[in-house]
């Protein structure tokens, strides 16, 4: 069940203030996603990365900024600019060269003051 | 880009009985197609996945149809249990990256 960890659990941010949401596999994985989910409308792709030092946008990708400076860590910071980042943040990996299966992280939910 | 549409929102079944969701995509260039398990607080878990030159796949009480050509693809619970409750989302997926693209998920509830 382990193997991706997500921190924090919960997370408020006030209006004008930049968060970042942790996101650390130790699978040994190349690949790392994050996903935003909202009540009834499925997982929604914000960034992904393919290895150290690169990374693509996704479906959603505005208002929110990532890094890939290790392989381990995929941290994903909503800015500003997002205007509605109340959601349920989904962190994932996955190991590249065929194996398609996702694992995810357990969540952070994070909520406007 | 690809867009999966997934119904119904809502099932419920009675215990014993079997469910079926449904997914539809658009993307011809999609060839992966999981499905994932959310259980209530928990996170999602892959419980089964075909891929396009495979028509169903079955493991054990779960199995997933596809019909390339209509673009759509099934998930079917035979002799549901109490523990089938949750959230499936369908999802599909094509390239190397295999950033996919989810259904907006069905609730099932089996009533024991």
């Not at chain 1, 930049?18 to 792709?45: F, I, K």
Request: aromatic share 10%; with cysteine; hydrophobic share 30%.
């Amino acid at each position: 069940d382990g193997g991706i960890t997500q921190s924090p659990k919960y997370l408020f941010r006030k209006e004008g203030q930049n968060v970042t949401l942790s996101c650390e596999q130790n699978l040994n994985h190349d690949a790392m996603y994050w996903y935003r989910q909202d009540p009834g409308q499925g997982l929604r792709l914000i960034y992904y990365s393919q290895i150290v030092n690169d990374f693509q946008k996704g479906d959603i990708a505005e208002g929110y900024s990532v890094s890939r400076e290790k392989k381990e860590s995929f941290p994903l910071t909503v800015t500003s600019a997002q205007k509605n980042p109340t959601a349920f943040y989904l962190c994932a990996s996955r190991l590249t060269g065929g194996n398609e299966k996702l694992f995810f992280g357990s969540g952070t939910q994070l909520s406007v003051l | 880009g690809e867009n999966v549409e997934q119904h119904p929102s809502t099932l419920s079944v009675q215990e014993g009985d079997s469910a079926v969701i449904k997914c539809t995509y658009s993307d011809s260039a999609s060839n992966y197609f999981p499905w994932y398990k959310q259980e209530l607080g928990k996170r999602p878990q892959l419980i089964i996945d075909i891929r396009s030159n495979v028509g169903e796949k079955k493991d054990q009480r779960i199995a997933v149809t596809l019909n390339k050509t209509a673009k759509h693809f099934s998930l079917h619970i035979t002799e549901t249990q109490p523990e089938d409750s949750a959230v499936y989302f369908c999802a599909a997926g094509s390239g190397s990256a295999r950033q996919l693209t989810f259904g907006s998920g069905t609730q099932l509830t089996v009533l024991p």
